[in-house]
């Protein structure tokens, strides 16, 4: 007997193997579905939720080494000197050098080409006594012309401290104009008495003579030009750099080098005194017209109206005339009197004016000594190593010794 077949059952699909990562990720539960699918609204997925992973320890990669063409060098610091302020002191005495050789430069120059213009315009004037306007080009041209524009060409390596510039009042310039007549005279007093005394007075003062014989060229180049090219390189040039190590020393050094130029001993100790107040003037203002001024004022008295003055008025004869009046001989006495009387008057009110001058000046420098302002410079050198500093080296060692045998050597020819 056959038995009825059942029919066949559908398969049912098998489900596949999950892995494990997707069982892990796999959500427990389903939502429920609603039994009316016309109410079904859709539900938001569900982002599956992740475990936070363990950080991994990052593997640092193996230094290498650099190669053999790009080492690099270590780095060394830079040096210092062992002592620092020894250093400056040298360099600073370097600075001074310079100036003072530019100096020595100055002066072999002048000199050279003074003594073979002064051949040549003997040569061609013939004659033996060469004239005021020749003596003037042979000493000056060289000088204003070569030797100066040279000297500072070689301290124009030296810095220049920049300051502001200042007026002066009329009345402050006056006083101090009138402070240096007596020092020029105390400095003439003393610069005549060592002259005659170091040459058993035979020496005579060749600039003073040279003043005497009165005409234009003194004016030109004693009141003019000499002025204006000696207060350039003593003021401009050497104190705008010699002031960054102190305002009195620079004032001091320069009119050392001021003094010791003109190479005269019946000159040096008042030129030496008349720079102290022209560098101090030009310390204050930075302005090179009132030292310039200044020194053309004073180079105008000495070198034109003092001789205009004494030329006037024949000294031989008033020693004669007072001769004659003390023996008794007034009639002669009283004519010559009369005869130059508007000479002595002039002579009068300016010997008279002088010595006011002169008493005025001196009031002054008492009251007003403690009133000289002085301020500290960039790089102040201490008081006690000062003068060694500046004169101290090859340089102005060399140009002292220079100056004094040319001095020497004039006064005694």
């Known amino acids: 007997m056959t038995l009825p077949q059942q029919p066949a059952q559908p398969q049912q699909p098998q489900p596949r193997p999950q892995s494990q990562s997707q069982l892990q990720f796999q959500p427990q539960s389903r939502p429920r579905q609603p039994e009316n699918p016309s109410f079904q609204q859709p539900q938001p997925e569900t982002p599956p939720v992740q475990q936070p992973r363990q950080p991994q320890p990052q593997q640092q990669p193996s230094p290498q080494q650099p190669r053999q063409q790009f080492a690099m060098q270590q780095l060394q610091p830079p040096s210092l000197p062992a002592d620092p302020y020894a250093e400056w002191l040298m360099r600073v005495r370097r600075a001074f050098s310079r100036i003072g050789g530019a100096l020595c430069v100055m002066i072999v120059i002048w000199y050279a080409l003074a003594t073979v213009l002064s051949g040549v315009l003997y040569t061609a004037l013939h004659t033996a006594n060469m004239p005021n306007w020749a003596s003037y080009v042979a ?7 070569l030797a100066m524009p040279v000297a ?20 402050l310039f006056l006083k101090l104009l009138v402070m240096c007549f007596p020092l020029m005279y105390v400095g003439s007093i003393i610069g005549n008495f060592l002259a005659e005394a170091l040459s058993d007075g035979k020496a005579s003062d060749a600039v003073s003579d040279l003043a005497m014989q ?17 207060e ?6 050497i104190i705008s750099r010699a002031r960054r190590y102190g305002e009195k020393t620079a004032i001091v050094f320069s009119a050392l080098a001021f003094g010791l130029f003109h190479m005269n001993l019946f000159q040096f100790f008042y030129a030496f005194a008349l720079g102290l107040v022209f560098g101090y003037v030009y310390v204050r203002t930075s302005k090179l017209r009132y030292s310039i001024a200044m020194h053309m004022i004073i180079n105008f008295n000495g070198g ?44 009068g009110v300016y010997f008279v004016v002088y010595l006011a001058v002169l008493i005025a000046g001196v009031v002054l420098l008492v009251r007003e000594r403690r009133r000289f302002e002085f301020y500290t410079a960039p790089e102040e050198l201490p008081r006690g190593l000062r003068a060694k500093t500046a004169c101290g080296n090859v340089g102005v060692i060399t140009f002292i010794v220079l100056a004094v045998l040319l001095t020497a050597i004039n006064l005694l020819a």
């Open 304 to 347: 034109v109206l003092a001789p205009w003055v004494i030329t006037r008025v024949d000294t031989r004869q008033m020693e004669s005339m007072a001769e004659q009046l003390e023996g008794g001989n007034s009639a002669m006495a009283t004519a010559w009197l009369e005869q130059n009387l508007p000479s002595l008057a002039v002579a």
């Open 214 to 230: 009165l005409d234009v060229w003194n004016v030109v180049f004693l009141v003019i030009i000499g002025p204006i090219f000696e």
């Open 152 to 171: 500072v060409l070689i301290m124009r390596k030296l810095p220049v401290v920049e300051t502001r510039a200042f007026d002066m009042k009329p009345s």
């Open 232 to 237: 350039w390189i003593f003021r401009k040039e």
């Open 139 to 145: 000493s000056g041209a060289p000088l204003y012309l």
